[in-house]
């Protein structure tokens, strides 16, 4: 295992320390509770918005807190749940008395400790509504979820939502446009390589140097299948035409396309595979809106991609041109 890190299990905890110091304008690091809290939190009559989950995953969360996006993050450690007592000072630190929503991506232990501090911050008289994005149209059932998991959609869904937000609208406003970019998403990934967690000091699994796994989840969970390494334009045909399927894209629709690499893929091959997932929506008369091509939700050093297509109208359109000011996205401020 070569990885830049000082003892493995301080990796978050460093890492963490690391995004203080250099993002301070944008953010503070609550230690004791390993949260990372929006520098000018929490804002007085505004909707709180948070998310979390396992570490490895970076930028994905604490990448996005700041202007327009979350108002705080509960990091895990590697790919492990972050635990209620976290989710709670986070909902805490964000109340502004409007009220807190909960993004949470489909794994059972974010899944149930998200639901136990929302219940702990409702016994405290904080309202919080919830919301759980389950876009990857890969598997059914996971080793670590029941129903689908959550991944690529998660980042738009932030990004909207964090738009929303910043007018000052009502929780109940929020969390209805959460589920709508929720059900209008959909993702599926895959991987070239594995990734290893620091605690383990090994691969998570194996791939042949002329194989691949379609479907992978970003923990490094199995996928659809296991098939010989093919070119750009065929992997992208095995991802995008699933998605497109899933959501029922018709002629003359408009989607964001996301292309995400899974950490250990260089930006000059995403473009390549964006480049064909074009040409396959031209095809189908499908229009690009918008775009988002870069590692915004990756698995430790995984290489990979997924894509994410996310069905378009004027509401979702204008909140994700609205301003951004995070570490990891920044646009119109």
Known sequence: MKKLINQSENVVKDALAGMEIIHADLLRVDHANQII??????????????????????????GFVGYGMLDAACPGEVFTSPVPDQMLAATRAVDGGAGVLHIVKNYTGDVLNFEMAAELAAAEGIEVASVVTND????????????????????????????????????AAVANL????????????????????????KPTFELGEDEMEIGIGIHGEPGRRRVKLASAAEITELLANPIIDDLGLKSGEQVLAFVNGMGGTPLIELYIVANELAKILHGRDIKIARSLV??????????GCSITLLRLDDELIRYWDAPVHTPALRWGR
């Open 37 to 62: 809290v929006r520098a000018d939190g929490p804002i007085q009559g505004k909707v709180g918005v948070i998310s979390g989950g396992g570490s490895g995953h970076e930028p994905m969360h604490g």
């Open 178 to 201: 959460a589920r709508r970019v929720n059900d209008q998403g959909r993702s599926m990934g895959m991987a070239l390589t594995s990734c290893t967690v620091p605690a383990a000091g």
């Open 294 to 303: 870069g590692s915004y939700i990756t698995s430790l050093e995984m290489a």
């Open 136 to 171: 990857d149209v890969a598997v059914q059932d996971s080793l670590y979820t029941a129903g689908r998991r959550g991944v690529g959609v998660t980042v738009l869904l932030e990004k909207i939502v964090g738009g929303l937000a910043e007018t000052q609208a009502p929780l």
